[in-house]
């Protein structure tokens, strides 16, 4: 993994973009890391942006999906979260 640049979007995010190399089997794969900084001995990743799809959005809507679809009952999530680290 390359990492080729660094956007500081204020006091606590940082943007770090890298790019994964193409390999015979895949191809060059861009990903964004946002980082949270506000304490800087301690960064933290809170999200992934590979190929400029947010995993933490998509989570969030896969969480707004399933409370939409239970009539927002928060203990379906649960349920599902619970079966998903099960396995």
Not at 23 to 31: A, L, S, V
Not at 50 to 66: M, N, P
């Given at each position: 993994?390359?990492f080729f640049?660094?956007?500081?979007?204020?006091?606590?995010?940082t943007?770090?973009?890298s790019?994964l190399?193409a390999?015979?089997?895949r191809?060059?794969?861009?990903i964004d890391?946002?980082?949270?900084?506000?304490d800087?001995?301690?960064?933290l990743?809170?999200?992934l942006i590979i190929?400029?799809?947010?995993l933490?959005?998509?989570?969030?809507?896969?969480?707004?999906?399933v409370?939409?679809?239970?009539?927002?009952?928060?203990r379906?999530?649960?349920k599902?979260?619970?079966?998903?680290?099960?396995?």
């Amino acid at each position: 993994m390359t990492f080729f640049a660094k956007e500081v979007l204020n006091k606590n995010y940082t943007i770090v973009n890298s790019i994964l190399k193409a390999t015979n089997d895949r191809p060059e794969i861009k990903i964004d890391w946002r980082i949270y900084t506000k304490d800087p001995d301690q960064p933290l990743i809170r999200d992934l942006i590979i190929e400029g799809l947010s995993l933490a959005r998509t989570q969030k809507e896969e969480f707004a999906s399933v409370l939409n679809s239970n009539d927002g009952d928060i203990r379906a999530l649960f349920k599902i979260l619970e079966e998903f680290s099960n396995k």
